[in-house]
Structure formats: structure tokens, C-alpha cells
């Protein structure tokens, strides 16, 4: 229940406690919805196939890069889904759980369920951040639980059996326990705290950096209490959550090579959780090897300082955009000290964007989730002032209307959402595409297919399921040929496994005819388009370049000569 005594005085009925279930209520709808739309995205098949493995053997090893605590809701509803294949996962290839056959509508239920844990925790972490917001009004409050049930980047991967929506919510759960052991310091509190720390990082490397912010928040409560056994119980707390979480296991960390099959080089050990620990080892390898990336019409694996910047332009509703400069306005313009004080809640976001822009690993917005709480409760607790006055009232709620019509226009399309000073949907892939475009729209490829009885398409894919959905598509010829082309957006800007760079740029200096969910690219290719092309071949430049197509890329191929 909100407290709020510094607002009116005495504690609130019931009815904020009803919106709060109302708002969560409406976001498990929409991410349901949504898990029950979209196909497996690219990386969802090794989390399935690890869950699998871990409920058939144990095994916490198989995709050590990965943490495990998602795994273990994805194996849990895996079990109680689809029991009997999950039983008979092999140990040595457990990817084959995955590729067992399945009809596509049996693949829909199963994949359905090992969506629902990621939903849940979205929505239980919604309500522990609107908790926590409760000690600055109910207006904060609200303001806070909107920001989170209705962003389009929380919709979007709440809905995936993936890692990052887990992280986010888990720094919810922080943030609830900061509040908690602050108001009233014991040891019971404090674990708690080492137990939502624990938590988040078993979800994903980069709840690590709350660790020194959740050390000041103890150590405050902690000086204030006079009892340093607050930080050894949280202390505690986390290596015991850490240690469950990887089954109670004892090994060898491999420094130089880990998560190797067959690693060599340095080691120590035997250590508890010290598949986690090399899962650290490992991330910290990938972030300084680099991932191929994409950015405003650039390829590479540089990455690039500006890239979670644009992100934060482009990904984040205008309407957010807005009530963050409210909240920005509200404390410059007065400076009141207790606005100033909850710049604190900022310092694990600008940590985690400088960090991750220095890092040539850059995976899209969705790596900035666990900022997210952090920055949605700062803006509720800031604009709670601005409510006092009609004006600033009718603003802070004309932002979040705003953002809540940016998002429900675009549903259940959330990965792929851009907004308008992005172009929108159709417009962003220009700027960004990876983990945007994540294979999400396969099964709606083959139920169009079908719909319009197209017997084949050439098909540029993004990850390996796309038949069995019931795609039936022949690989894109880089030479002109008439017939039907369905061309994943990833890889038509940054190609990488369905196409060589510049095979298609004869067909794409148009734009597609037709866009399945935004991330598909459709175009009916004839005689006399093919011929339209030749004619224009002297200019051809893709659509979605401002600028002339680079030296690098392909030519315009003979074949359209």
C-alpha cells in the first residue's frame, strides 16, 4: 500500500492499490498477446535448448555465458508444458530438445509457455518498482508504473524467453529491498537485499554494476543502525542466492578460454558457482572481441560511442522523452534538496550507458533495460511536484497519454518500435536494426504465405526455424528473378547469414511493397520491374541510404544490364 503521509497525511484506500492491479493487469494482456504472436527470435532456441538441459540433467554448464535463474523458470515451465521431450533432451546436443518435431501449432503452445515465466516476473517487478515509488506519493507511483507497463522496450522483451526483461526486473526488486531495509535496518532486511542482488546477477552480467550502489544504500542504513552485520548478511545472501542459483556446484574457473569445451591455459578452483563465474569471464571476452553491429548505415564491430544514444532518441517513446525533460526542468528550475538527493537513483543508468558504449559488444536498447526502474522511478518521484499546479498536472499527463498511444499503436510489433523522429516502424531500421529485427515475424511469414497461396518465396532468414513454421522458401538469388522475396530487415542492412553484402541492393533501391510485422521486407518482383530497375540502374542507391551506396558494397549486378 502507498504512504502517503508527505502528501495528505495517513495511509490511501484501496483505490490506488486497484489501479496499480488494473495497470498490471492490462501489461500481462499485452505481453501475452504478444508471446503468443511472435515466433522464436534468434536467440531464444539456445535458451531453450540450456532449460531443456538443465531440467533433464542439472546440467548448468551449457550455455555458460548465459546465467542461469532465467533458465530455471523457462526449464520449470518447459517440465510442466512439454515434459516428455524435455525428459529425453540429450546431454551431448541438447539443441535437438529444440529441433524435435512439433507441428506449428504445437511449437506456437510450447514456446507460448516458456514465455509465460518472463511475463510473470515483468509483472510482479511492475508492481515491486510501483511499491517502491509509493514512498513518494501515489502520484510518483503511478507515474512510475505506467512508465514500466506501458514502454515499448519492456513490452517488447517481456514477452521473450530471454534474459533481459529478468535483469530489469530484478532491479526492481532491488530498488523495493533499498527502500525497505532504509526504513527499518535488520539482518532479515539486509539479506534480502544480497538475495534481489543475487538475483539480477544470475540474470544477466550486467546486474553486477548495482553492487557498489546497493554497498552505499547498506552501509548508510548500516552506520545508522551502529550494526555492520546488515552488509554481512547481505553479503551472505549473495553468494548463498548466487551458489543455489547454479545448483549447489563446485569446479574450475578456465581464465583463458572460458565456457570452452576443451579449454587450456590458466585456471583456479575448485570454487562454488564457478560456472558463473567463468559466464563473467566470458562476457567481459565478448564485450572487448566485439559483435557485429549495426548504426546509421554502418557495419562493423567497433562499435561506437554515440550508439546507446541514439538508442535513447529513437526507442524511447516521445512522450517519456518529454516527461523526462519535465523532470529535468522541475529540478534545475527549483533545486529543492530532496530532488537533488534522488540524482542518486541516476548513477547505475549513466554508469551502465557509459560502460556499455565503450564496449564493442552493443545489442540495442534492450541492454539498457536494467537502467530502466531506475530512471522510470526518478522521473515519478521528480514530476510529483509538478502535479500540484493544473498546467503541470495537465502535462504530466498528456506525456504519459502520449506514450501510451506511441506503444499500443505499434502492438504487438514492440521490437520493432521506433519512434517519429525515427520515422517510425517502417523508418528506424535505418538507424538501427540489431536485436530489432530478431526473427520474431517467421510464423506470421508462413501464415501470409499461405493466406495468399505464394507456393514459394526467396527468403533471406534470420535464425534457423523459419520451415518449420511452414516458410517454404528457396534461398535469394543476388541476380535479378521474378517471383516473391521475403527479406529479414537485418539482413538487408547489416548482412551476415541470409545474404552477402550488396546481393540485393538491385531490388532494395525501392522500398518493399509490403512489411510483415516491420521486420519483414515483401516484394513481387516481374518482368517489368525488373526492367524499371535496368532503367534506373545509373542512381541506384538503396532505399532506406540518404547518401551514394559506399565503395565497399556490391555493384549493380550485370545480370540487369
Not at 495528505?8 to 486497484?18: C, E, L, N, V
Request: glycine letters at 8%; proline letters at 6%; hydrophobic letters at 50%.
Amino acid at each position: 500500500m502507498c504512504d502517503e503521509r508527505d502528501v495528505r497525511g495517513g495511509r490511501p484506500g484501496s483505490r490506488d492499490a486497484w489501479i496499480a492491479l488494473v495497470l498490471a493487469l492490462a501489461q500481462a494482456i499485452l505481453l501475452a498477446s504478444t508471446a503468443w504472436d511472435k515466433s522464436d527470435t534468434a536467440d531464444e532456441s539456445q535458451y531453450l535448448a540450456a532449460a531443456a538441459t538443465l531440467w533433464a540433467h542439472g546440467d548448468v554448464s551449457y550455455l555458460c555465458g548465459a546465467p542461469a535463474l532465467p533458465r530455471w523458470g523457462t526449464a520449470l515451465a518447459l517440465a510442466v508444458a512439454d515434459g516428455a521431450a524435455v525428459a529425453a533432451t540429450p546431454r551431448e546436443e541438447p539443441i535437438r530438445y529444440v529441433t524435435a518435431p512439433r507441428t506449428p501449432e504445437r511449437l506456437r503452445a510450447v514456446l507460448f509457455a516458456a514465455r509465460v515465466p518472463t511475463i510473470a516476473v515483468v509483472v510482479l517487478g511492475g508492481l515491486l518498482l510501483w511499491s517502491a515509488a509509493c514512498r513518494f506519493g501515489t502520484t510518483a507511483a503511478f507515474v512510475t508504473h505506467a512508465l514500466w507497463c506501458l514502454s515499448p522496450t519492456v513490452l517488447a522483451n517481456g514477452s521473450l524467453a530471454a534474459l533481459d526483461a529478468w535483469v530489469a526486473a530484478a532491479m526492481c526488486a532491488v530498488i523495493w529491498s533499498w527502500f525497505r531495509v532504509r526504513e527499518r535496518p535488520n539482518v532479515a532486511r539486509a539479506a534480502v537485499v544480497g538475495a534481489a542482488c543475487a538475483a539480477a546477477a544470475t540474470c544477466k552480467m550486467t546486474g553486477l554494476g548495482v553492487l557498489p550502489l546497493a554497498a552505499y544504500v547498506l552501509l548508510g542504513s548500516a552506520w545508522r543502525g551502529g550494526r555492520m552485520r546488515l552488509l554481512v548478511a547481505a553479503s551472505a545472501a549473495f553468494v548463498v542466492g548466487v551458489w543455489a542459483t547454479y545448483a549447489l556446484s563446485v569446479g574450475t574457473v578456465h581464465v583463458d578460454a572460458p565456457c570452452d569445451a576443451a579449454p587450456l591455459g590458466l585456471s583456479f578452483g575448485p570454487l562454488p558457482a564457478a560456472v558463473w563465474i567463468e559466464g563473467v569471464l566470458f562476457q567481459f571476452h565478448h564485450r572487448t572481441a566485439g559483435h557485429l553491429g549495426y548504426l546509421a548505415g554502418q557495419v562493423g564491430r567497433q562499435g561506437w560511442w554515440w550508439f546507446y544514444l541514439a538508442c535513447l532518441a529513437f526507442k524511447v517513446t516521445i512522450g517519456a522523452q518529454l516527461l523526462a525533460l519535465l523532470a529535468v526542468a522541475a529540478v534545475t528550475s527549483r533545486r529543492p534538496r530532496a530532488e537533488l538527493t534522488m540524482g542518486l537513483w541516476l548513477v547505475y543508468p549513466l554508469g551502465l550507458v557509459l560502460a556499455l558504449s565503450a564496449s564493442r559488444h552493443q545489442g540495442g536498447i534492450a541492454f539498457l533495460l536494467p537502467a530502466f526502474p531506475f530512471a522510470m522511478l526518478w522521473c515519478g518521484a521528480v514530476t510529483r511536484n509538478l502535479v500540484r499546479s493544473p498546467r503541470g498536472r495537465i502535462a504530466v499527463l498528456a506525456c504519459l497519454a502520449l506514450g501510451a498511444i506511441e506503444a499500443l499503436r505499434v502492438h504487438p510489433d514492440y521490437l520493432m518500435f521506433f519512434n517519429l523522429w525515427a520515422g517510425g516502424p517502417s523508418g528506424g531500421p535505418r538507424y538501427l536494426v540489431h536485436r530489432d529485427d530478431w526473427g520474431q515475424d517467421d510464423r506470421n511469414l508462413a501464415v501470409w504465405q499461405r493466406e495468399h497461396g505464394v507456393a514459394r518465396v526467396f527468403f533471406a532468414p534470420y535464425g534457423s526455424n523459419a520451415a518449420r513454421w511452414g516458410v517454404v522458401a528457396a534461398p535469394v538469388p543476388c541476380e535479378p528473378t521474378e517471383g516473391v522475396y521475403a527479406l529479414h530487415a537485418i539482413e538487408v542492412h547489416r548482412p551476415q547469414f541470409g545474404l552477402t553484402p550488396g546481393c540485393i541492393d538491385w531490388l532494395t533501391v525501392e522500398p518493399p511493397d509490403a512489411r510483415i510485422g516491420f521486420s519483414i521486407y515483401l516484394y513481387t518482383v516481374d518482368a517489368a520491374r525488373i526492367a524499371r530497375l535496368r532503367a534506373a540502374r545509373a542512381t541506384a542507391t538503396p532505399f532506406w541510404r540518404s547518401g551514394p551506396r559506399p565503395e565497399a558494397d556490391v555493384a549493380f549486378p550485370a545480370a540487369v544490364e
